[in-house]
């Protein structure tokens, strides 16, 4: 099936040692998202990239990068996590089009200490 | 400001009983609108959405919702809850001027099922 596939699961990293998740998709859309997600909050969306384009929501910290380099694949480069940045963090696809629907991956667990 | 409110933060119910999980969102204009569900340390799973049309939209595991444009909201139902159905729920809404897929979401509804 297609899908939208995120490693690991679970990732534990030491407080400011860098750390990147992974995201890799099936579906050939052309857009691609990374939401963070606080425990019993919204998903909340850091950036997006349009093909290569890439586009940074204005509240994003500036710990967090993305780098896509291809079409099926996209990362997470969290700088020097702290431990305000541990929340589950949701990389979700779509194609292009008003109204258009994200699928999501099952989401990695940054865990930091 | 445009926002997405879910007010129930919490909604306990019985196995078999009517289930309903509002939301309202303010917009200059109708925005697109959907429904995910999020079982515990899983992603989220589309229910249903809303474009045009129809204002009442048929959904998977038995969800519908309907959309009031004159109370601004897209409240999501089941008539007849399973075990299954303990989960978070969110409501979400695209910007009618959105060429993507970015999505603001509702703060969550918590549904615990009781046998």
């Known amino acids: 099936d297609a899908m939208v596939i995120q490693n690991p699961r679970y990732q534990v990293t030491q407080f400011g040692k860098p750390v990147t998740l992974s995201c890799s998709q099936t579906?050939?859309?052309?857009?691609m998202y990374w939401y963070q997600q606080k425990s019993s909050q919204a998903p909340k969306l850091l950036f997006h990239?349009?093909?290569?384009?890439?586009?940074n929501e204005a509240d994003t910290p500036d710990n967090f990068q993305s780098r896509r380099p291809n079409t099926s694949f996209c990362f997470l480069d969290i700088r020097s996590p702290g431990l305000g940045d541990a929340a589950m963090y949701l990389c979700?696809?779509?194609?292009?089009?008003?109204?258009?629907?994200?699928?999501f991956g099952q989401g990695t667990r940054l865990t930091v200490v | 400001a445009q926002s997405v409110t879910q007010p129930d933060i919490h909604i306990t119910v019985s196995e078999g009983a009517s289930l309903e999980l509002r939301c309202n969102y303010s917009?200059?204009?109708?925005?697109?609108l959907f429904w995910y569900v999020q079982s515990p340390g899983q992603g989220l799973q589309l229910l249903l959405k809303?474009?045009?049309?129809?204002?009442l939209v048929q959904g998977i595991k038995g969800f519908e919702a309907e959309f009031k444009r004159s109370q601004s909201s897209f409240n999501l139902r089941k008539p007849s809850v399973h075990w299954s159905d303990a989960a978070e729920y969110f409501c979400?809404?695209?910007?009618?001027?959105?060429?993507?897929?970015?999505?603001?979401f509702g703060a969550g509804t918590q549904v615990v099922v009781t046998p």
């Open positions: 979700a696809t779509s194609r292009t089009g008003q109204g258009t629907e994200a699928f």
């Open positions: 579906l050939n859309h052309n857009v």
């Open positions: 990239y349009y093909d290569k384009d890439f586009n």
């Open positions: 917009y200059g204009a109708t925005p697109y």
């Open positions: 809303y474009f045009s049309g129809d204002t």
């Open positions: 979400a809404v695209g910007a009618p001027t959105d060429s993507w897929g970015k999505l603001q």
